[in-house]
């Protein structure tokens, strides 16, 4: 997964877009990058490895000149944490500049990728990003959105895009409209971003989704809207209101913390937790989530567990003590709230289930009595495809087993997930038009070919 960002006609248009990028960390933390297009001296690209306020300081943005901006954040993975693979991808081709920065995954590159080698092209780096480049360098069409679609025609899978072409800004989503896409104005400055709390920071206003399928393109003559490609039906991540974006954004137009508020609520009403004395999360990504499931059961909400906010996600131990002390070097459990009593513990979802194990182990140190473990999406049973790095299938506790058996792994009292049927009723403009492959096995698209290399040469 990825945070993207583009400003148009702005004085500081670099600077804006370190900004922005801030915003976006929580999308990306394995390296970030700024691109910026000077219309007298050329475009100049700063990539740096890590946090965005790791990588760059103030001097380094400061000599990223020019008027023109695109950021990137990118996700962490496993196999290509390297300077070569940060976006955005920079190129000159014949008539002038192509910078590219994506989030989601295309599904047919390594198809896309084999014909342009075949062809004589040269990759500098293993994302699937870089056939979008090699593609609209290729496009014999002259007007820059025109190049961009000659570029998206027959690619499939997951995108939204922004990209500049010689001298112009654009900003595109795939047909189904898996991942986020929002455009605002600041001043006069039109700026994309992949969620709204990037528009906050800097001070913009939000204007309207990119729509799924549209290519918004920006330059000195004006802004230009076209839909060139096939359409298909919408297929929305579900899973960006349930863990992935912050709950300070509206993405595909709606509130993320009102999602998860009712995610939550929806969670009490299904699987309520009758006896228990509280309700906590699992900070940060059930805050919201741990909020409605309160309000619905008319328990209080507590901070059980306290979460140390300068642990990387990169945090990696290679034995089964080191995981351990993983769980316990990113979370604390508070024994004044939880000694004696019977608690339910929201979580947004379970994927391996190892931190969620570590984690009842602690709150039964801290003196809980029973833990009801509740999780405010349906079982994770398959890998995801279009942008988010779930890890393989036979990795996935709950493709693997039943849910009583998941309780027992775990050493809770009570284990409830909210059903498919639920989550859907609950998220904004639900219950059609969402991807929930991850959770239901109905993937939109055939699998990629080579899934692994997919998802480990991007990743994004
Ligand atoms: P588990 O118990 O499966 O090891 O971890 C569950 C936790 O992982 C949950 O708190 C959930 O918020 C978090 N989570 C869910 N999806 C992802 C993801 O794609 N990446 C990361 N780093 N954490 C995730
Ligand atoms: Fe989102 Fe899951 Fe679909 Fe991937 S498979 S796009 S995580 S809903
Ligand atoms: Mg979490």
Redesign the pocket.
Known sequence: MCGIFGIYAHPHAAEISHLGLYSLQHRGQESAGIVALDTLTGARASKTMGLVSEGFNAMDVAKLSGDIAIGHTRYSTAGSSTIENAQPVLARVRDGNVALAHNGNLTNATELKRELVDSGAIFTSTMDSEVLVHRIARSPSARPEERLADALLDVEGAYSLVVIIGETLLAARDPRGWRPLVMGMLGESHVFASETCALDIIGATAIREVERGEIIAVDRDGMRSSFPLPPRESRKCVFEYV?FARPDSRVFGGSVDRARRALGRRLAMECPAPGADLVFS?PD??NSAALGFAEESKLPFELALIRNHYVG?TFIQPTQAGRDAKVKVKYNAVREVLDGRSVVMV???????????GLVTMIRGAGAREVHMRVSSPPITGPCYYG???PNRDEL?AANIAVDEIAGTLGVDSLGYLSLEGMLASVPGGPEGFCHACFSGDYPTPPPTDPQKLRFGCGC
């Open positions: 863990y699992v990504s059930s996600r979580d947004d979802s379970i994927v391996r289930g190892t931190t969620t194990k988010i790095d779930t506790i």
